[in-house]
């Protein structure tokens, strides 16, 4: 069966520092992946995708992924944090190219401190 | 250039009634889907609607049924209320460019956020 598993269910950081936001996953097929964030009262933006072209993907606002199939993983980082970083982060995985289904993490909650 | 719209924003409804929910897709995509996010979980897929039929359904029950209008706008009903399906209701449109309604990036509205009393 696919899942998506997000390692941390929080992750706090100061402002100015790197973000680690980890993910898992597991499909038997060739998937998509991505990472929706979302604003407190506020609906899911893509922050970037992976589609089987680079393995390193590069997002909005400063975030990029790696995408590593012999650790099944799809971690997002960020260099340096930013005060508006802070919400809630989903890893996504569409298991198949003949699905519209998204199959979706946990979620991440980021808290940046000053 | 809009993106996708939802309405209405909030609605409270009591258990054993009947709830319409309404979403317009963005520009030029043509495939709408509907997700259920309960507080503090990650978003379940209802179902997705292309050229006006449900193509994909989720683990959800006959209570959940929904349309798509020829301008591609959708609606989700919800029949029989249950005090569980409070929750954050997400549409999210898509383009599917070719046959067999499979789209890639799913784009997603500020959600209605249904209580169930």
């Known amino acids: 069966a696919q899942s998506v598993t997000q390692l941390d269910s929080h992750v706090s950081v100061s402002e100015g520092t790197p973000v680690l936001l980890r993910c898992n996953y597991s499909?038997?097929?060739?998937?998509?992946l991505f990472w929706y964030v979302q604003h407190p009262n506020k609906g899911l933006q893509l922050l970037l995708k992976?589609?089987?072209?680079?393995?390193l993907v590069k997002g909005i606002n400063g975030f990029e992924a790696e995408f590593k199939k012999s650790e099944t993983s799809f971690h997002l980082t960020k260099p340096s944090a930013h005060m508006s970083d802070a919400a809630e982060y989903f890893c996504?995985?569409?298991?198949?190219?003949?699905?519209?289904?998204?199959?979706f993490g946990q979620g991440t909650t980021l808290q940046v401190k000053p | 250039d809009a993106g996708v719209t939802q309405s209405p924003t909030h609605l409270i409804k009591t258990r054993g009634q009947q709830v319409t929910l309404r979403c317009s897709p963005k520009?030029?995509?043509?495939?709408v889907s509907w997700y259920q996010q309960a507080l503090g979980q990650g978003p379940q897929f209802i179902f997705q609607?292309?050229?006006?039929?449900?193509?994909q359904r989720g683990n959800f029950p006959d209570r959940f049924s929904g349309h798509q209008f020829p301008n591609y706008s959708s609606e989700l009903n919800v029949n029989a209320l249950l005090l569980g399906d409070s929750a954050l209701y997400l549409c999210?449109?898509?383009?599917?460019?070719?046959?067999?309604?499979?789209?890639?990036?799913?784009?997603f509205g500020p959600g209605t956020r249904l209580t169930v009393l």
């Open positions: 520009s030029g995509h043509d495939t």
């Open positions: 999210a449109s898509s383009w599917a460019p070719g046959s067999g309604g499979v789209t890639d990036t799913q784009y």
């Open positions: 609607y292309y050229e006006e039929e449900e193509r």
């Open positions: 992976y589609t089987s072209a680079a393995t």
């Open positions: 996504v995985v569409r298991p198949s190219s003949n699905t519209g289904k998204l199959i």
């Open positions: 499909s038997s097929y060739s998937p998509s």
